[in-house]
């Protein structure tokens, strides 16, 4: 081997040799994180329900009988009085079924009326020996028949003359017209709803209630009830909470009845149907549960989990100055969920500082940076 060849080859074994030996470890990367405060309470101090006000008690009438709808006596929001006619539906079919159970009616009594002379008649024969036995029975049994007859006919005109009144709807009291559900003309069926009366002074608001809030609000619990349209704030009391019409939807029909005072300017104004908002009181989101962003809480084969910062001594730094924390996670359990927050149940305390940015390069044990808190 020349000396030319000779200096590049050796070279090349320094080179080997000092890859095989062992370099010094170089310093821990400090990963930025920032944290949040857990505390406990709610995110959201105060909550809303959307609903409706509606009378305190509202009727939906419909007709005893099919049939076709003829006419409506009132309108909309007319306030009516116990007794008024409604609505009416054509009663020409039911005229013509009266009309002829007062002709067999009338029938009827003329056959009982000619079956009794013939009774009288065998009666007087027989006593005087010029009639036999059975023909005095036939005629009795005929005057039985027709009265019966008599009294099967009269039942059938009072029918008729019930039916007749059922073809007219009337209000059942001091109420005013909430809602027409069907028009004029149309075909209703017996026991189809075709008006809505709002009846009563009290004023209730109907919303739905969440299942997230289902164990905190119950009956009897004072609320607040905002009108926006009026700008009235009234006192209420929660009076029902209803099992859901449809189960997937999970929301349970809520009825508020509102304390109102008929001497307040307001109270006058109120009128069925305006939109309205149900504040619940805080104790009603839990004001001591630990909510916590979802951005916070992972999720792998063990279940949730969260990672929690633990500040090293006030003296442990970075070369900027910033504190210097060491990461621990923490497995926990979740109840419910409310807007982007979570609430956690078991895992966490209150008053200790909670990773919610950097969270994806970061491990327990870890020991990070602590960016600026909030």
Do not use: K
């Not at 320094?14 to 857990?38: F, I, K, M, Y």
């Not at 006030?314 to 504190?323: K, L, V, Y």
Request: aromatic share 2%; charged share 25%.
């Amino acid at each position: 081997m020349t000396p030319r060849t000779l200096l590049p080859a050796m070279l090349l074994l320094a080179l080997t040799l000092a890859g095989c030996g062992s370099e010094p470890p170089a310093d821990e990367v400090l990963r930025p994180v920032r944290t949040q405060l857990v505390e406990p309470g709610a995110p959201d101090a105060e909550r809303r329900l959307p609903g409706r006000l509606e009378a305190g008690a509202n009727r939906r009438l419909s007709f005893r009988l099919d049939g076709q709808l003829e006419t409506f006596e009132v309108g909309v929001g007319e306030q009516v009085e116990a007794g008024q006619p409604l609505a009416r539906l054509d009663a020409t079919d039911i005229e013509l079924q009266r009309d002829q159970a007062e002709a067999s009616l009338a029938g009827a009594r003329a056959a009982a009326i000619n079956a009794e002379a013939e009774w009288q008649r065998a009666r007087r024969l027989y006593e005087a020996g010029s009639a036999p036995a059975r023909q005095l029975d036939g005629a009795r049994a005929q005057v039985e028949s027709a009265r019966a007859q008599q009294r099967s006919a009269e039942r059938q005109l009072a029918l008729a003359e019930r039916q007749l009144g059922f073809a007219e709807l009337n209000a059942p009291g001091e109420c005013r017209v909430a809602q027409r559900l069907v028009e004029s003309g149309e075909n209703v069926g017996a026991g189809q709803p075709v008006l809505v009366l709002a009846c009563g002074e009290g004023m209730e608001v109907r919303a739905a209630l969440s299942e997230d809030l289902l164990e905190r609000v119950e009956e009897g619990d004072r609320v607040e009830v905002e009108l926006p349209l009026l700008g009235l704030t009234l006192p209420g009391r929660v009076t029902e909470i209803g099992l859901p019409l449809q189960p997937p939807q999970a929301t349970w029909p809520l009825r508020v009845s509102l304390d109102i005072d008929s001497q307040d300017a307001g109270a006058a104004t109120l009128t069925p149907g305006m939109a309205a908002e149900i504040r619940l009181p805080r104790g009603a989101n839990g004001s001591d549960a630990l909510w916590v962003p979802m951005a916070a809480v992972g999720e792998d084969d063990a279940g949730h989990y969260v990672y929690v910062a633990h500040q090293e001594s006030s003296a442990e730094a970075d070369a900027n100055g910033r504190p210097l924390a060491r990461i621990e996670r923490r497995t926990v359990s979740l109840g419910r969920r409310q807007g982007e927050s979570l609430e956690v149940v078991e895992g966490l305390e209150g008053g200790e500082r909670l990773v919610v940015a950097g969270m994806s390069r970061i491990s327990d044990g870890q020991q990070v940076r602590l960016e600026a808190r909030r």
